[in-house]
């Protein structure tokens, strides 16, 4: 811990009324110590984190922690708060608060420092003393663990705790004691994975329990021994990520929580898995199954199966989404370098397996747009595969990619893809919940499930679905290609819209994703409505480059610097570079590039421009019809764009003044709340 946190990382006045900027208040005694290179981009990175699910614990305890490429060290900064910051725990606000920074793709030797800091916070005396300190430094030696944490004296006589028999005292009266073993996982894998899991030990410890805990932190995992899982009586997972290996735990009880109860109600957890191991519940566990009890209400499990519907179909299709996009880009691209040396034509040249000469032009033009016509076969079966991945874990994957295939051969294409992918999730699914004997159990996600699912998928694509949403997908192309006028304004309008709002998100990928299947055979409307894609995409990192450098006063140091690298960002379509911007200011920021990208999609498609190429930003002009009128939309949006972000941050200016003067008659309290 000695290089973890020092005297300058602790805060025992902390100020913040919120958990933003609590968080804040840390992050910026990180930053002067060097140890974290962007605040406002390790902000949005705790934030993200948070987003995934609340970071406060009983017992007045809040830990927010995230990875971050913005961190250079591992980093703990500790603030005491007198009022107390909701972080999200049952039980109230918390007053020791811990922002614990670590590297992206840091190893295990922190991790281990961090876990045993989470361990310790499940430990009465050592709140206490974080609690009673006055010294910052003695506080950091108390944190690193270089001072002594002394036992509390009992209240009076007589009132010591009672504690229950150790594991050793109960095998020495001729019994074995009853056997746990749990799997504890948290995104990032820094804190609460290793809290939940003192936190059962300790409670075994109390119960007479044996509780042997695997920690599944992001890190990597050590697995149980196989010995130990065969002789354990049940198994608590306490998990906010799907644990790993789920087939080793077949066969026994299981109490199947998120990682939150795993810390604040072990002896519960422990005591259900008693009495279901007492009733002999043996729960029905494959390779891709979560478990069917899941022992929380629903609540913290990692996997989609509690989530309202559409949050659950929105995460199947990003799976899909997420594992089409590498084969738009390489073979998108590579196509559109063949139209460049080649010219359109070149999409009808010969097989350059018999036709290939190595000093023509047109050979390696033809070449080129044959590998990447390769790639872009991939598209529709990879993106049916992911979903029903995504879905149902990997037996899902061959009827998936079948179903997939399929939806090409009966000319269904992006929508038949969608549906099959779902279709193959939902078959997959179905088969896994039907019980079968312990012999079939092996053979079951390497043979059984994918031929019957493949079967099942097969028919009804070609027999049942196929068709029709062959007829669909047509009648789709055939509107794309008659837009013309008010109504391709409006659909460059949606598109703007939605290639904005979340920058990288669900909805602006389901625009990309939407584009790039029109690529997949190519009309006069689809390409229309990949060129207005791609132009609202730019616009959000181009205009706020620009708000940075016309208005520098209104944006921090750190803005102005990822303002610079923005016109790249933009430059080059990566909407997401105007994150930061919107994590800081999503009030001011995300509306005002909305409104920019709904101006350059409706001018794009208004304009007539068109586009062949997936990707590239100004880097694929040349493949880009109507080139001039597509780079004046964008100019236009980029322009919308930064005068309301201007507009908007320069009305701001005067709050600060005004907060101040309260601030002068009002509470301390007041005046953080303003400023946060």
């Known amino acids: 811990m000695s290089e973890l946190i020092t005297a300058e990382l602790v805060d025992l006045d902390l100020s913040a009324a919120t958990k933003d900027a609590a968080a804040r208040s840390l992050a910026e005694r990180m930053v002067a110590a060097h140890r974290v290179t962007d605040l406002d981009g390790f902000l949005a990175d705790v934030a993200a984190r948070e987003a995934q699910m609340p970071t406060g614990l009983d017992g007045g305890i809040g830990i927010p922690h995230c990875r971050s490429e913005h961190v250079n060290a591992p980093t703990l900064a500790f603030g005491r708060s007198a009022a107390g910051i909701d972080f999200g725990a049952a039980d109230g606000p918390a007053d020791l608060i811990f922002l614990i920074a ?18 310790r916070l499940m430990a009465p005396e050592f709140t206490a003393a974080l609690r009673a300190g006055t010294d910052p430094a003695a506080v950091a030696a108390l944190i690193r663990g270089e001072e002594p944490v002394e036992e509390p004296a009992p209240e009076a006589e007589g009132t010591e705790p009672e504690a229950g028999p150790e594991p050793e005292a109960v095998e020495a009266a001729g019994s074995v004691p009853f056997r746990i073993v749990a799997v504890t996982s948290c ?28 920690t599944q932190g992001s890190g990597g995992f050590k697995k149980l021994d196989p010995a130990v899982i065969a002789a354990a009586d049940a198994v608590i997972w306490a998990h906010d990520v799907e644990v790993r290996e789920k087939a080793r735990f077949r066969g026994k009880p299981l109490v199947d929580v998120g990682v939150k109860a795993g810390i604040n109600r072990p002896a519960e957890l422990i005591a259900e898995a008693r009495r279901k191991a007492e009733r002999g519940e043996i729960a029905a566990v494959s390779e891709t199954d979560g478990g069917k009890d899941s022992g929380d209400g629903g609540a913290g499990r990692s996997g989609a199966d509690h989530a309202h519907f559409g949050v659950r179909l929105r995460t199947y299709l990003m799976s899909g989404v997420s594992y089409m996009v590498p084969f738009v880009a390489a073979g998108g691209l590579l196509i559109a370098l063949s139209f460049a040396i080649g010219g ?23 070449l080129l747009n044959q590998i990447g016509s390769a790639a872009f076969a991939f598209l529709v079966p990879v993106l049916a595969g992911y979903i029903a991945y995504g879905m149902a874990d990997r037996p899902a994957l061959v009827p998936g990619f079948v179903g997939g295939s399929i939806a090409l051969t009966v000319n269904a294409g992006f929508l038949g893809g969608l549906v099959a992918g779902l279709l193959a999730g939902a078959v997959v699914m179905a088969i896994q919940r039907v019980p079968v004997h312990a012999t079939l159990r092996g053979i079951m996600p390497v043979l059984v499930i994918p031929l019957i699912a493949s079967a099942v998928v097969g028919i009804l694509m070609f027999i049942v679905v196929g068709k029709p949403i062959a007829s669909l997908q047509n009648a789709l192309t055939d509107w794309l290609n008659d837009l013309s006028g008010s109504n391709a304004v409006i659909l460059g309008v949606v598109l703007g819209l939605m290639m904005c709002f979340d920058m990288g998100g669900p909805l602006n990928k389901v625009a990309y994703a939407f584009a790039v299947g029109g690529l997949a055979d190519p009309t006069d409307g689809s390409l229309k409505v990949m060129a207005a894609v791609m132009a609202a995409g730019m616009v959000p990192p181009l205009a706020m480059a620009l708000a940075t450098t016309v208005r520098k006063k209104l944006f921090t140091k750190t803005e102005r610097e990822n303002g610079r690298a923005a016109w790249v960002l933009g430059a080059s379509f990566i909407t997401e570079g105007a994150i930061p911007f ?52 964008i100019a236009a949006g980029t322009l919308v764009a930064t005068a309301l972000v201007v507009l908007l941050k320069g009305a701001r200016r005067a709050a600060p003044d005004a907060a101040g003067e309260a601030g002068a008659t009002g509470s301390d309290d007041s005046r953080v709340t303003v400023a946060a």
């Open 582 to 633: 919107a994590a800081a200011d999503p009030l001011r920021v995300i509306p005002s590039v909305m409104a920019g990208g709904a101006v350059t999609g409706a001018l794009s498609m208004a304009f007539g421009a068109t586009l062949r190429a997936p990707h590239g930003g100004v880097f694929v002009v040349p493949l880009i019809g109507e080139p001039f009128l597509y780079l004046l939309a």
């Open 102 to 119: 670590a590297p992206a793709g840091s190893d295990d030797d922190h991790l281990t420092i961090l876990s045993g800091l989470a361990r």
């Open 187 to 214: 995104p990032t894998g820094i804190a609460h994975t290793y809290m939940a899991a003192e936190s059962l030990a300790a409670a075994g410890r109390a119960e007479g329990v044996e509780v042997t805990v695997e």
């Open 344 to 366: 359109y034509e070149i999409a009808s040249a010969k097989s350059v397996a018999d036709h290939f000469v190595w000093g023509e032009a047109d050979s390696w033009a033809a």
